[in-house]
């Protein structure tokens, strides 16, 4: 039995043949054993997800009926909240914090009987590429422990490539999701926005935010947006939207798949390696008897400038809650009100997050509002426009996810602009709020995962899923696991 | 290269978001910051003449609720967290004073 396949434990546990207990019992021995070398997580409450585990094997040892992930062990990322343990979002400002409410995601994991043993790492307030951005030290990557997992998800893609976990939740603003998979070698998927009720995720840029699974493929993947997707009322930006069942979808036909590869995305910056094993990708839907054709998204150049001024904006307006006055950190000896405020942001949040904050403030300053934020928010609607038009053509964009393969830890966390460029491929998905998807497309010559990603229209997250399974019914790249995982199946 | 933001203008900007940047930092930012606001500066060679802004990437408006109360955190969880508390009230430093600056 294996840690392959989330949806055979899930099978293993009802049917009995294994219990929610031994599960769980697991992933606390993996945690024991990895977090030493690996710091995917920030917290775990080991106590609480057994007396969990032992319900769910009661109710199916007395046939009753239970949910979609029942007795299934997930770790979840520490910018959503739960009501147990502390919500840190990796900060000092909210290292004490203890959320008054479950996150609506949470609360449908747990309704659906999974067993959320923890919380993940992550850069502060979901804002970096590489979680080295987190006040508790970064997560390394399993499969080089010198290399950063990718963020701002980090330790959510690790988990689940080290074999802690079958599945997890992160959060995904301007690739948070997909550049962590595409780092760690496993399946990561941004939803389309509004499609995941952000209700008690904590908030970092609020029109490009979403909540999204990572998992080793994708049958996993979907059954895991299945669960989380849905309207909830108290997130005005959710649609009503039905959920389809992202599972059974995957079984049916898919005729002729269109992919789309832009030129834009394939141009200078891209390393080389990325680029042949990404177009070997491409030549494999080829072989599918998939239409592979370019597109055009001329705006696309602009997507990194535009996502840093937007997200910067929104986050200055999103942080200004963290003030020292109702909850979080507050520094010992204010001289004011006033100081009380600064001296306490300034104490608790570290520097990008700092740094961000201030660039927010600027483009939405008197004087600078029109030439930064709004002319930003124009070129956003163009992105989306080029968009709408490629998906009249095709039925997916085809691309990689990051234009290097993982980066060394320490690489650069002194050139925030560079850090920055590692989004190049996936901020303009959150600026049109269009789903896009990870998956491991290969390796580098030395062993490093690389993803491809996969794009959308607005709610196509069906097809989408169903195209992603076309390549991996063809190829192997996502069942790989790193020398790290060799531990997994034993006990 | 000239600094497309001095490092008065981030002292003036980290007092409007309410941080206290030591000195060698306002030199540091001003310097990162010049860089992004440089790369960003490519978003004028745009013609975005006619283009709606898009604050929203979905087309949903208005959404309502029926006006009825709900209950919502009770006092003591809602001052669970506070940095100090007296009753039910979160205790602060004094906001109206006529020395202290604004």
């Known amino acids: ?76 990322k520490d910018n959503l909240c739960t009501s147990w343990g502390r919500t840190t979002c990796s900060s000092k400002i909210l290292e004490n914090f203890e959320a008054p409410y479950d996150a609506c995601v949470v ?12 919380k993940t790492n992550l850069d502060e307030f979901a804002m970096g590429s590489s979680t080295e951005n987190s006040a508790w030290g970064p997560t390394r990557n399993p499969w080089d422990l010198e290399r950063a997992p990718g963020g701002s998800s980090g330790g959510s893609a690790a988990a689940v490539a080290a074999g802690i976990v079958a599945g997890s939740l992160g959060s995904d603003t301007g690739g948070s999701i997909r550049q ?18 952000r209700y008690g995720l904590v908030a ?72 042949r094993i990404v177009e070997k990708a491409l030549d494999e839907y080829r072989a599918a008897g998939a239409t ?25 307006s999103n942080l200004a809650r963290y003030d020292g006055v109702h909850y979080g950190y507050r520094t010992a000896d204010p001289r004011d009100y006033i100081d009380m405020y600064c001296t306490s942001r300034q104490e608790g949040f570290g520097a990008e997050v700092r740094r961000r904050i201030m660039l927010g403030t600027y483009v939405l300053s008197s004087g600078y509002y029109d030439a930064y934020y709004l002319k930003a928010a124009k070129v956003r609607t163009l992105i989306k426009n080029d968009f709408e038009k490629a998906f009249e053509q095709v039925d997916a964009i085809a691309c990689p996810t990051s234009p290097t393969p993982p980066i060394r830890i320490g690489e650069r966390i002194n050139d925030p602009l560079a850090m920055y460029l590692l989004d190049v491929y996936t901020v303009s998905a959150n600026l049109a709020g269009i789903p896009g998807l990870s998956m491991p497309c290969g390796f580098t010559a030395t062993g490093l995962p690389v993803g491809l990603q996969l794009m959308g229209p607005h709610f196509g997250e069906e ?29 | ?49 006619d283009v ?51």
């Open chain 1, 1 to 76: 039995m294996s840690l392959d396949s989330l949806i055979e434990i899930r099978d293993a546990i009802r049917s009995g043949k294994t219990s929610s207990r031994e599960w769980v019992d697991r992933a606390l021995s993996r945690i024991q054993e990895l977090e030493p070398k690996l710091h995917a997580l920030v917290s775990y409450d080991g106590d609480r997800a057994m007396e969990r585990a032992e319900l769910v094997d009661e109710q199916i040892a007395g046939g009753q009926a239970v949910g979609e992930l029942a007795g299934v062990p997930i770790l979840i």
């Open chain 1, 107 to 118: 609360q449908k994991l747990e309704a659906a009987g999974a067993i959320i043993v923890g």
């Open chain 1, 180 to 197: 962590p998979a595409s780092f760690c070698g496993v399946t990561g998927l941004k939803p389309t926005y509004g499609r995941v009720s």
């Open chain 1, 204 to 275: 970092y840029g609020s029109s490009l935010d979403q909540i999204g699974p990572f998992a080793r493929n994708i049958y996993d993947l979907a059954l895991l947006l299945k669960v989380i997707a849905g309207h909830d009322p108290r997130d005005s930006t959710c649609v009503n939207e039905p959920v389809p069942d992202y599972v059974a979808g995957l079984d049916r036909p898919l005729g002729k798949m269109r992919i789309g590869y832009a030129e834009e995305y394939f141009g200078e910056g891209l390393d080389g390696e990325v680029r």
């Open chain 1, 292 to 316: 592979v054709m370019p597109i055009h998204l001329p705006h696309m150049k602009y997507a990194i400038a535009a996502y840093y001024v937007i997200v910067t904006a929104e986050a200055s």
């Open chain 1, 463 to 491: 097809q989408l899923l169903q195209i992603a399974h076309a390549y991996q019914s063809r190829t192997d790249w996502h069942t790989r696991w790193p020398a790290i995982a060799d531990g997994r199946s034993g006990s």
């Open chain 2, 1 to 49: 290269m000239s600094s497309k933001i001095s490092e008065a203008e981030v002292r003036h900007v980290g007092h409007l978001s309410r941080l206290n940047p030591t000195d060698e930092e306002v030199q540091l930012f001003s310097e990162q910051l010049s860089e992004i606001l440089a790369y960003v500066e490519q978003l004028n060679e745009v013609d975005t003449t």
């Open chain 2, 52 to 102: 709606q802004p898009t604050a929203h990437a979905l087309s949903i408006r208005n959404v309502f609720r029926e006006d009825v109360p709900t209950p919502g955190l009770t006092p003591d969880r809602a001052l669970a967290n506070a940095p100090r508390r007296e009753g039910h009230f979160f205790a602060v430093p004094k906001v109206l004073d006529q020395d202290s600056g604004a």
